[in-house]
C-alpha cells in the first residue's frame, strides 16, 4: 500500500481563519478523498479529488467552506475556511483505488481545534 | 444512495470468547466490502476484506461472511485478545474502472474484558 502523511498532525485555531490541510502520498494514486470524522463518530466523506479535475463533493459540503486542491496525483490539500468551533474534528485523507487493491488506506489525520 | 448500518454500537466480550459483528448494506451495486479497526487516537486500518464474488474470508482469528441476497456481512473474531480492543468499522464500497465510492458503517466499539 502507499504511505500516506498529513501535516499538520493537529492545530488549535481561532474561529473565523482558515486551515490548510496537506495529504502526501508516496506514489501516484487517481482517486484522493477526504474525510471528517468527529469524536466518537463514523466517517464522513466531503470531497473526492481527482487530478486535473474539480473536486466532487458530498451533500452538506461545498467549495466555498471546503476548497480543494490536487495539483498531480501524490498530493491534496484541504482547507476548512472561516472556522467555527464545529469544525472542530479529525480531518483524514485517504488514497483510493490502485494497482490490483480496491482498498483505501488512510493518512494519519489531523485533529482540528477551533475555539 | 448507498446506506449501511452496522450493529451492536459496542460490544464488550471477556477475553478468549468471540465476537460478532453484523452490517448491512442497500446498494447491490456494492461489490467489496473492508473492515477497518480504529485504535484511539489512530487512523483506520484495514483487517480483512471480501469481494461479492466470496461467501467467506479467513486470516487467523478473523472472518468475514457475505450474504449477497440478503445485503448482509458480518466480522468474526475468535479467541478474542485484549489487544483487539478497538472501534472496528464496516464499510461497503462500489468499485469499478478506477471509480469508487465507499460508505462507512456507524462503528462497534469492542472491549475484551482481560
Known amino acids: 500500500s502507499a504511505v500516506i502523511s498529513q501535516k499538520p498532525s493537529r492545530d488549535i485555531c481561532q474561529r473565523g481563519t482558515s486551515l490548510t490541510i496537506q495529504c502526501q502520498v508516496d506514489?501516484?494514486?487517481?482517486?484522493m478523498f477526504w474525510y471528517r470524522q468527529q469524536p466518537g463518530q463514523s466517517l464522513t466523506l466531503i470531497a473526492t479529488?481527482?487530478?486535473?479535475?474539480?473536486?466532487?463533493?458530498e451533500s452538506g459540503f461545498v467549495i466555498d467552506k471546503f476548497p480543494i486542491s490536487r495539483p498531480n496525483l501524490t498530493f491534496s490539500t484541504l482547507t476548512v475556511s472561516n472556522m467555527s468551533p464545529e469544525d472542530s474534528s479529525i480531518y483524514l485523507c485517504?488514497?483510493?483505488?490502485?494497482?490490483?487493491?480496491?482498498?483505501?488506506?488512510f493518512g494519519p489525520g489531523t485533529r482540528l481545534t477551533v475555539l | 444512495g448507498e446506506n449501511v448500518e452496522q450493529h451492536p454500537s459496542t460490544l464488550s466480550v471477556q477475553e478468549g470468547d468471540s465476537a460478532v459483528i453484523k452490517c448491512t448494506y442497500s446498494d447491490s451495486a456494492s461489490n467489496y466490502f473492508p473492515w477497518y479497526k480504529q485504535e484511539l487516537g489512530k487512523r483506520p486500518q484495514l483487517i480483512i476484506d471480501i469481494r461479492s464474488n466470496v461467501g467467506e474470508k479467513k486470516d487467523q482469528r478473523i472472518a468475514v461472511t457475505l450474504n449477497k441476497t440478503a445485503k448482509h456481512f458480518s466480522l468474526h473474531i475468535t479467541e478474542t485478545q485484549p489487544e483487539d480492543s478497538a472501534v472496528y468499522f464496516c464499510a461497503a464500497t462500489i468499485s469499478s474502472g478506477g471509480y469508487q465510492k465507499v460508505t462507512f458503517g456507524t462503528g462497534t466499539k469492542l472491549q475484551v474484558i482481560p
Open positions: 479529488a481527482n487530478q486535473g479535475s474539480e473536486a466532487t463533493y
Open positions: 485517504s488514497h483510493g483505488p490502485s494497482g490490483s487493491t480496491d482498498t483505501q488506506y
Open positions: 506514489s501516484q494514486v487517481t482517486m
